[in-house]
């Protein structure tokens, strides 16, 4: 279901770069609402009987890619390595081959589903926004959701959010529609439908829509990356939400 205020009447051409749904194994669906915890929640391992029960079902790809992400969330994509994640999931190298020939082909399935994650994140917290009347003042706590959400993912999970910007340079990167949540779209496509409603209702000229990702992406993202792996991490909650709003802030004032 897509964000009803951020539907982008086409999806956009341009991706993160390095920007599918998360299969039945590991589904972050089953999390209560709200905003996502700042304790890691750690996915349990199938039991053997369930393992053996995916597998006759034709979903051993789907469990090595959960495999991978339970590694990925604790130690970031640097712990995604094929032999521990086969025997993670219970399954010699030679019944993964077909799947996974090399540690790169699966390392970069695992980050495409953490994008996944991080885009199902955004659509949760936008899909949490009261209903307005005013279209112009929801198209703004929408654009402002995505930024929050996505502040959020990094500082609740560290280990997937390096994971989703972790695709190795030698390998392709992750395209536009790739790393999709629900709605389909990415995180760089949910940020654009939202610029997209913001031009909608008038609240963004359309000369200056344009590109206008950018800026709200790369100021987004720089705080992120200071919290979880710069000289802010560690911040106590008051001068964290200080530090969000001010960002937030200056991304709205400057659009």
């Known amino acids: 279901m897509r964000p009803p205020s951020c539907r982008p009447k086409t999806r956009s051409s341009r991706g993160p770069g390095s920007f599918r749904s998360v299969d039945a194994v590991y589904d972050p669906r089953r999390e ?11 996915t349990p391992t199938l039991s053997g009987k369930e393992r053996r029960d995916t597998y006759h079902h034709g979903n051993l790809r789907e469990e090595l890619i959960a495999a991978g992400m ?28 077909r799947h996974f020939p090399d540690r790169d082909s699966l390392l970069w399935a695992v980050c495409e589903r ?35 959400a996505y502040i959020e993912f990094a500082l609740a999970e560290p280990g997937w959010f390096r994971t989703a ?16 949540g629900d709605s389909g779209l990415d995180p760089f496509q949910l940020l654009a439908g939202c610029l997209d409603e913001l031009v909608a209702t008038g609240a963004l000229p359309s000369e200056r829509r344009r590109g206008a990702e950018i800026g709200p992406w790369a100021a987004v993202h720089g705080l992120a990356t200071l919290l979880v792996d710069g000289p802010l991490r560690g911040t106590g909650p008051k001068e964290l939400a200080l530090q969000v709003r001010t960002v937030l802030g200056m991304v709205m004032h400057g659009l």
Request: no cysteine.
């Open 165 to 180: 910007f972790g695709v190795p340079l030698e390998l392709r990167p992750i395209a536009p529609g790739e790393g999709s």
């Open 32 to 42: 209560g609402g709200g905003r996502p915890p700042l304790e890691p929640q750690v």
């Open 70 to 97: 339970r590694l990925a969330q604790v130690g970031g994509p640097e712990a995604v390595v094929l032999r521990e994640v086969n025997r993670a999931a219970g399954v010699s190298h030679s019944a993964a081959y």
């Open 114 to 148: 953490a994008m996944s994650e991080l885009a199902r994140r955004m659509e949760k917290r936008m899909a949490e926004l009261p209903p307005r009347r005013d279209r112009k003042r929801h198209a703004w706590e929408a654009l402002e959701a995505t930024g929050q």
